[in-house]
T-cell receptor, first 117, second 115 residues
Framework: GAGVSQTPSNKVTEKGKYVELRCDPISGHTALYWYRQSLGQGPEFLIYFQGTGAADDSGLPNDRFFAVRPEGSVSTLKIQRTERGDSAVYLC???????????????FGPGTRLTVL | AQSVTQLGSHVSVSEGALVLLRCNYSSSVPPYLFWYVQYPNQGLQLLLKYTSAATLVKGINDFEAEFKKSETSFHLTKPSAHMSDAAEYFCAVSDRGSGNTPLVFGKGTRLSVIA
């Protein structure tokens, strides 16, 4: 596909349940980012992958959150024992190489809206 | 640590009027700066970015922004607002070339355009 895709677009779950959110980056992009956007706020960084490895996971709020990218392409964000405060839009972005140079732009997917009841 | 402050959570302009959305940044090193736009129920779309090549940056849809180091600002402007410009706008910063590439976003400014 031409852009970053995320599935599902909406996810409603009950408190305490486990959820998985999927991100398909732009083909050839080695860097992948997850952000969380709460209502009325800007996106907040969660975790950044360079290839298969997590280069920076300092934004993960606690150990209930985990993300993987086993083959260096698709990534899955996993949330255990969901809480109502986890309700937000989860955004994924990818960039060509993550080197931070002038051409290394992050392109965002449409997001997954997670609602925890 | 970097931070971004967007002045005004909501800006309302008349169609055809000047659009000015304000952004001030804090960074310990010369930053890269970005403006993204978010339409309802959509992801973020890059409007423009500053990477030190020129202080006046032109983006899509006639938007532009000027990097002013002395004021630590990167305000977004458009000469004439269209109804289709109504959206949420986010300013963001990242460290230049430090390898620390995740973006730090402001809280956003909602732009309303009145007919």
């Amino acid at each position: 596909g031409a852009g970053v895709s995320q599935t599902p677009s909406n996810k409603v779950t009950e408190k305490g349940k486990y959820v998985e959110l999927r991100c398909d980056p732009i083909s050839g992009h080695t860097a992948l980012y997850w952000y969380r956007q709460s209502l009325g706020q800007g996106p907040e960084f969660l975790i950044y992958f360079q290839g298969t490895g997590a280069a920076d996971d300092s934004g993960l709020p606690n150990d209930r959150f985990f993300a993987v990218r086993p083959e260096g392409s698709v990534s899955t964000l996993k949330i255990q024992r969901t809480e109502r405060g986890d309700s937000a839009v989860y955004l994924c972005a990818s960039s060509l190489d993550g080197a931070g140079g002038p051409t290394d732009t992050q392109y965002f997917g449409p997001g997954t809206r997670l609602t925890v009841l | 640590a970097q931070s971004v402050t967007q002045l005004g959570s909501h800006v309302s302009v008349s169609e055809g009027a000047l659009v000015l959305l304000r952004c001030n940044y804090s960074s310990s090193v010369p930053p890269y700066l970005f403006w993204y736009v978010q339409y309802p129920n959509q992801g973020l779309q890059l409007l423009l970015k500053y990477t030190s090549a020129a202080t006046l940056v032109k983006g899509i849809n006639d938007f532009e922004a000027e990097f002013k180091k002395s004021e630590t600002s990167f305000h977004l402007t458009k000469p004439s607002a269209h109804m289709s410009d109504a959206a949420e706008y986010f300013c963001a910063v990242s460290d230049r070339g430090s390898g620390n590439t995740p973006l730090v976003f402001g809280k956003g400014t909602r732009l309303s355009v009145i007919a």
